[in-house]
């Protein structure tokens, strides 16, 4: 399996920007994509994940209300808007697949990931 997250850039404090993850076929249906980010002398944090299986969808407290995940299973692609963006939210953000019915917050959990896409939120 690979992803391929792109959709990042340079936006202002308030802006949006909406990210996509791209996967390869997938031999089953039985799994979870998530979205981490990653701020240079941080460790990576889980952002959201969302159940192939039936969209059920999970946020941390962080992004909760500002950010939706989401995903077009005939195009094999997650995508996550992001609204009201602030410089706090800057960072890497990868995406990242698990062989799992569940979604984990835990990076090592994951099985599969994507490279960074880089946000940057001026003030």
């Known amino acids: 399996v690979q992803l391929q997250a792109f959709g990042g850039g340079l936006v202002q404090t308030g802006g949006f920007l909406r990210l996509s993850c791209a996967e390869s076929e997938h031999t089953t249906s039985v799994y979870t994509v998530s979205w981490f980010r990653q701020a240079p002398g941080l460790e990576r944090e889980w952002i959201a994940g969302?159940?192939?299986?039936?969209?059920?969808?999970y946020y941390a407290d962080s992004v909760k209300g500002r950010f939706t995940i989401s995903r077009d299973n005939a195009k094999n692609s997650v995508y996550l808007q992001m609204d009201s963006l602030r410089p706090e939210d800057s960072g890497s953000y990868y995406c990242a697949l698990r062989n799992r019915a569940l979604v984990s917050e835990i990076p090592h959990e994951y099985d599969y990931w994507g490279q960074g896409t880089l946000v940057t939120v001026s003030s």
């Open positions: 969302i159940r192939r299986s039936d969209a059920t969808t």
